[in-house]
Structure formats: C-alpha cells, structure tokens
C-alpha cells in the first residue's frame, strides 16, 4: 500500500480486509435480488448508492419487489436503520472537530462495520476524545481508511451482481453471507447480561413473526429487543457476571 497515504488511513483499510469475505458476497447479493425484484440495473445501483445499507437495502428490494406501498418502505428502512442514530451520537465526539461537510461525508459513509472498528480502534487510544486536536493520532483517517473501503466494495459488488448476477449458480447459496456479516458483529456486541436479553428477546421476536406482512416481525423484533435491553439494563444487567448469573436462575 502506498506509503505516502496517512498510517491511520492504511491502517483502516488493512483492519476491513477480513471483512470483505462477507462484504463482496452480501453485495452480490444485493445486486441480484434488485434484479430480481423488478428493479432496473440503473435503479438497484442508484439505490445501492443512495441508501448504502445492506439489511434495509434487501428490505427495501424485496418490498418494492412485492408492489409494497413507497410509505412502508421508506418506514421499514427508517427502523431497520435507527441504530444510526445512536452509533453517531457515540461516535460523534471523536469528529466534533471537523466541519459540518465533512461530518456529513462521514456520517453517509457511517456503517456497522465503520462504526464497530472505529470505536474498538479509539477505546485502545483512551478516553480523550481530543486526540486530534491535540496533534495525535488522527481519527478521521482510521475512520475513512473502513468506511470508504467497505463503499467502493459494497457498490463494486452490487455493480457486479447486477451484471452477471443471472449466471451465478442457485447451488452456491449467497444469501448465507447476509446472517454472516451480521452475525460477525453481533457476537462480540453481546458483552452483558443487558445485551444478551435484548439479542435474545429481538431475534426470538424476529423469528416468530417472520410471517407476518410487509417484513413487520423484523420491525416487532428491533422493537422488543431495545425494550428488552432497556429492561435488563434497568434491573442492572450491565456486566457480563451478573448476566450469566441471571441466565442460571
């Protein structure tokens, strides 16, 4: 890699290498099911570039795909993408220093992945979210180094998918990468005994009302499963001991 770039912004990109292994086949799917759904190529790209999340990206297509009403859709991929919300209050800190253009650059580039590197990557440099002004390590380049990484992947895999999406063989099973990447996040989140409750109770949730129209059980799902935490956190689940204590009771 080019050594004139920032270390922190290497560093990112080398940090996102393992992930691509869920990344490109996620995408792929993404780009066929667009097609598959009834989309145009330009279309399922154009989405691909303007909503540019994986989970409420397949919502969506499969929702267009079944002539599914444009407020359902844009409210199906509002909730799917709430946690958004409080990933940029809590990394928003570490960026307070940066322009309000180049906030917004990062927060449309703002992923799962981005989010959970780069909060794992500041919490080994310590609690001051000022390091950057002070002339230290620079956050944004980290930042930038995952998420622009995981862009160009995501868009050239959708990209790809489209195009030679109908000469991928049903017998190779892409959509296994989808629970996959997801499942790669969420095991290291499960750090307490609050987090495991609203794991269980969300996907429990999620599973029983799979039948349920218009993708509702996985909205019902996100919805118990923060309230589930929430619950747990207030009954002072917060650590991993006294979560698996609770879970022998």
Same mark, same amino acid.
């Given at each position: 890699? %080019? #050594? &004139?770039?920032? #270390?922190? $912004?290497?560093?990112?990109? &080398?940090?996102? @290498?393992p992930l691509l292994l869920g990344i490109v086949p996620f995408a792929l799917v993404a780009g066929v099911a !667009?097609?598959?759904a009834g989309l145009t190529p330009l279309q399922t790209v154009g989405l691909s570039v303007v909503v540019f999340a994986g989970a409420s990206q397949l919502a969506a297509i499969e929702l267009l795909g079944d002539d599914a009403a444009l407020g359902v859709v844009v409210l199906t991929v509002v909730v799917i993408n709430l946690r958004m919300l409080m990933y940029s209050a809590s990394i928003a800190p570490y960026f307070r220093h940066l322009s309000?253009?180049? +906030?917004? !650059?990062?927060? /449309?580039? @703002?992923? %799962?992945?981005? /989010?959970? $590197?780069? @909060?794992?990557?500041?919490?080994g440099d310590g609690a001051d979210?000022? @390091?950057?002004?002070?002339?230290?390590? &620079? +956050?944004?380049? /980290? /930042?930038?180094g995952v998420a622009v990484t995981l862009w160009v992947v995501w868009q050239a895999g959708t990209v790809t998918g489209v195009v030679f999406g109908a000469a991928v063989p049903? #017998?190779?099973q892409l959509g296994f990468a989808v629970p996959l990447v997801f499942l790669a996040l969420l095991v290291p989140a499960v750090s307490d005994g609050a987090s495991l409750v609203a794991a269980v109770t969300g996907a429990g949730v999620a599973v029983l009302g799979a039948g349920l129209p218009f993708n509702a059980g996985l909205i019902l799902g996100a919805v118990v499963g923060v309230g589930g935490g929430l619950l747990a956190e207030r009954r002072g689940l917060t650590d991993r001991g006294s979560g698996a204590e609770e879970g022998h009771r």
């Open positions: 890699m %080019d #050594s &004139r770039l920032p #270390s922190d $912004l290497r560093d990112g990109v &080398r940090d996102t @290498l !667009g097609v598959e309000t253009r180049v +906030r917004a !650059g990062c927060a /449309y580039v @703002l992923t %799962d992945q981005a /989010y959970a $590197l780069a @909060l794992a990557r500041y919490a979210a000022d @390091l950057d002004a002070d002339g230290g390590t &620079r +956050r944004p380049y /980290y /930042y930038l049903e #017998s190779w």
